[in-house]
């Protein structure tokens, strides 16, 4: 049993080429990001809803920055706001995908920690978490009624690495281009 998680933990930290079929669900997905630990990439809106035209002039930046074989932090930068921070763990079942909002002087946001767990196995380097019950009671208690419907979704390639988010006359994307690193940003709001 030992040598089996042993084979598990190098599976996700990306150390061996092959994986049996041990490897708990979505390992792939967090080996590849730990791949990209300690780099930022640049990223643009690839969908196309003019509500998103504030955040397409701005410079969007990822960095995977807090990376293990179980868990990766990645803030999210969009312009001068570095209060966004994608956190990806490991779970029994597969992933969990939150959201850690942040004020400037580190305390945590109104609205943070939401996301969700994967409720099928992940498929590959792609995963969808629609939104959680924590997450459905915040967004019902501040007034964000849309959102209760969220799913998001994070998936890597080779060339990038793409977050969504869809629900009912909703679709957000953003892709990150993995080819070439970009100057790593000023840390997340909270993480020192």
């Not at 990209?36 to 509500?51: H, M, V, W, Y």
Request: aromatic fraction near 10%.
């Amino acid at each position: 049993m030992l040598i089996i998680r042993g084979l598990g933990a190098l599976c996700a930290a990306g150390m061996l080429v092959s994986c049996t079929a041990e490897t708990p669900p979505g390992a792939e997905l967090i080996a590849r990001m730990n791949a990209l630990c300690g780099k930022a990439f640049a990223g643009e809106i690839t969908s196309d809803d003019p509500r998103d035209a504030d955040w397409a002039s701005e410079r969007l930046v990822i960095h995977f920055r807090d990376c293990s074989p179980s868990e990766v932090r990645a803030p999210f930068h969009v312009g001068d706001d570095h209060s966004r921070t994608f956190v990806i763990t490991q779970i029994d079942h597969g992933l969990r995908f939150k959201h850690d909002h942040r004020h400037e002087d580190g305390t945590e946001d109104a609205l943070s920690q939401y996301g969700g767990d994967t409720l099928e196995k992940p498929y590959g380097l792609r995963a969808e978490f629609p939104a959680d019950d924590f997450s459905r009671q915040m967004f019902e208690e501040q007034g964000y009624l849309a959102s209760i419907d969220n799913i998001w979704s994070i998936e890597v390639t080779d060339e990038t690495f793409t977050y969504g988010l869809d629900r009912p006359n909703r679709h957000f994307e953003v892709t990150f281009d993995l080819t070439e690193e970009v100057e790593l940003p000023p840390p997340a709001w909270g993480s020192e």
